[in-house]
């Protein structure tokens, strides 16, 4: 499922529209939900998304250092203006979405997408 | 990092990189003010840069890596604590990180094993010379890790013993500490 009819699906808010042109493309198939960073670094699946409501600059750090395609906020949570340029630069896509990481979870998998297997 | 012990694991690989030869691990518990503080200091090369720097998650001095994770993590971790990270030089010469963190917040993270923590870290240097000062209110106790584990006879000195050995000096001082505050 390419990134771009994920976030039609769910109709994502784009907070680096910046990286549309190069990013847009990219292939999901896998996914991770967590607020907790040493989760995401010991779990999340490279080039998977990633679902979280933390919306601090070491997300963006840590989902670079573990090769994800993208990160959606929940619940209406928006990172500072100085943390969407710092994920520009590093060319990782933020999204995000008024509906909750669980809404959202569940529309990813029907959609097809998994998560890490035990 | 679920454990505050797995950050104190990061700062001690920072020192041990940072070629110090001393590391002082200080946790202090005061339930009247209800604060945590942790400090970590080393008698190392110290910073090359500002603390800012140090703490963005994206500095790293580290070949081949594009994220420096440590720092940034704990400070994260401290002030979703309702707490805050000051990095300052250490009296021995080199860095010294303080947190202080609300010790009742209800987004703190537990210690976690420190005995395994430091135990870990004496077994992987042993060149290097730990000190451990642990206070719950008033009460106090010095554990000098690295002696503990010299004091062990020479032919039982292997890793296994002296993890052991360190974790029971550590754990029975953090109890008697809980105890008798
Ligand atoms: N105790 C220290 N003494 C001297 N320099 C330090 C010390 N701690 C950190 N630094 C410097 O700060 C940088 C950032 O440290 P930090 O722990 O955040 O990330 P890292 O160690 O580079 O990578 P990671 O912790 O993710 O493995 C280090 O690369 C080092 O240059
Ligand atoms: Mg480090």
């Known amino acids: 499922m390419k990134l771009s009819e994920i976030t039609r699906a769910l109709e994502l808010v784009n907070l680096t529209p910046e990286l549309e042109a190069t990013t847009s493309e990219r292939e999901i198939t896998l996914g991770h939900v967590s607020d907790l960073l040493s989760d995401v670094l010991g779990y999340a699946p490279a080039g998977g998304v990633l679902v979280t409501i933390q919306v601090h600059l070491n997300v963006i750090a840590v989902a670079v250092h573990s090769d994800l395609a993208a990160v959606i906020f929940a619940s209406d949570r928006v990172p500072e203006e100085t943390v969407l340029e710092r994920s520009i630069q590093e060319g990782l896509p933020l999204y995000s979405s008024n509906r909750s990481a669980f809404e959202i979870v569940g529309r990813l998998y029907e959609m097809g997408l998994r998560g890490r297997e035990e | ?181």
């Open chain 2, 1 to 181: 990092m679920r454990d505050l012990s797995l950050h104190i694991l990061d700062l001690a690989e920072n020192s041990v990189r940072a070629g110090a030869s001393l590391l002082v691990v200080s946790i202090e518990e005061d339930p009247v003010q209800d604060r945590l503080t942790i400090v970590v200091e080393d008698n190392g090369s110290g910073l090359a840069v500002t603390p800012e720097s140090a703490t963005d998650p994206f500095y790293t001095t580290k070949k081949g890596k594009r994220v420096g994770l440590g720092l940034a993590l704990f400070k994260g971790t401290v002030e979703q604590a309702g707490g805050r990270l000051v990095i300052d030089r250490s009296e021995h010469g080199g860095v010294a990180v303080k947190a202080e963190m609300q010790l009742r917040h209800i987004d703190r993270n537990p210690l976690g094993d420190l005995a395994a923590t430091l135990s870990s870290v004496v077994c992987t240097n042993p060149g290097l010379d730990i000190c451990c000062r642990l206070s719950v209110g008033e009460v106090k106790r010095v554990i000098q890790v690295s002696q503990v584990a010299r004091q062990l006879p020479e032919n039982a000195r292997h890793s296994l013993a002296v993890a052991r050995r360190v974790s029971e000096e550590i754990n029975a001082a953090l109890t008697e500490l809980r105890a008798t505050a």
